[in-house]
């Protein structure tokens, strides 16, 4: 029976781990989004040297699943701290997938952009980084704030290597106490507290940056 | 204010070619659009090339913008030659050539008057001040000073091309390129575009290579008209003489069907 006491207990404890929750998000999502859009610049460079190894990188990442990434990088470098071993699979893992919206992103910028860079005489850096970045990302914002979300949600994957976000803590103090309900529930309902603002201003975003 | 243009006094050297085409050849495959093509613009001199769709005219200026590179030939501006450097010469040769689109291409993620300044603040090293200084001038120029602050998405078809003509003339290049820049154009917007192009020939001794099936302007600009076809300058000659008559039939023919 729901036991209101332990929940109170509990709390606390699930709390914490929500933030190790967040904290990998956040740091996931960035190396994610920065290491997404690098690769997907260099998946753009003029020679094959560069492009053919991205290819194959991506490909094999994309190809196995992340649970088996971060076990693997889990038992290959056992003296990494698990939560930076997890913020860098599930960022890497994810990277992945950022760089093909990226790469959607950078292929919708007409043309004429890049040849109007040219007849200025504009250096690539410049281009990419005044004209062809800031279009290109601004499309793909929408796309890239799902994959935030979708990470939020796996983060739970940690636990398997003994990262103490939010689920992990919710099993140790469901098994600790025998009060599996109250843990879980309060896990489930702080997902829910968390993932319903997220997505509203998610629509926010999508509508603003829409026209 | 453009004809006490500083880089206009370089343009002034013992080379008075501007534009040389020598024996050039294009195959996209193999199919050849330009075909051991020879032609020389002087340099101050207004050309307007002519000829029927698909003779090559696009990709000659493109060529000249090296925006695609020959298959054989050399290409030389102000007599250097220009087809074949590698990139980073290229990069410095390049800023001598200005290109006006027929799509405008401004960058819709700047305003007006960023599109303006960013070439010559991040190519040319001027001060934003001295960029936004030039800007504002050229907008004057080509009557749009009250839109610097507006986003080029938000103008009409004719009021970007003027935008991407001052673009195009805060680099001050030596020579200016222009495709078809009125054919995007609703027709009520063509003339403000004409008249300003008009206004910058008489202004200045900037280099013009034009292509346009407007007739009236490129007999007002030109001093001399190429008709193109078959890959090769068929005939050439002031504009009076080859609106009036034109010796060669396929110039007769195609005149016949754009006057
Ligand atoms: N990237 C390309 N690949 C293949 N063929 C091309 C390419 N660009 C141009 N062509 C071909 O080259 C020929 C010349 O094209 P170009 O655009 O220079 O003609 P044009 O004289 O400007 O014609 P228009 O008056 O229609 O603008 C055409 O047959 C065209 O199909
Ligand atoms: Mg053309």
Redesign the interface.
Known sequence: MWDWHTAREGLPLILHGFGITLLATALGSLVAIVLGLVIAVLGRAPTRWVRLPLRAVVEFVRSTPVMIQLFAVWVLAPGLDPLTIGIVVLGLHYAMYTSEVYRAGIDAVPRGQWEAAVALSLPPIRTWWGVVLPQAVRKVIPALGNYVISMFKETPFLSVITVNEMVHEANQFGSDNFAYMEAFTIAAAIFLIASYPTSMLMRKLEKRLAH | MLTDNPARKTSVSPVSTAVTFDQVVKRYGDHTVLDHLDFEVRQGERVTLIGPSGSGKTTILRLL???ERVTEGVIQVNGQPFSGLPEKQL??A??H???V?Q?F??????KVLDNIT??PV??LGLSRDEAAERARDLLDLVGLADKADVHPTRLSGGQQQRVAIA??LA?RPDILLLDEVTSALDPELVQGVLDVLRDIAQATDITMLCVTHEMGFARDISDRVLMFDGGRVIESGPPERMFSEPEHERTRDFLGAVL
Request: hydrophobic share 50%; net charge positive; glycine share 4%.
């Open positions: 913008m090296t925006l990069r410095r390049r800023r050539i200005g290109m689109f799509q291409n401004l960058f819709p993620n700047m960013e070439a991040q190519v673009r195009a680099m």
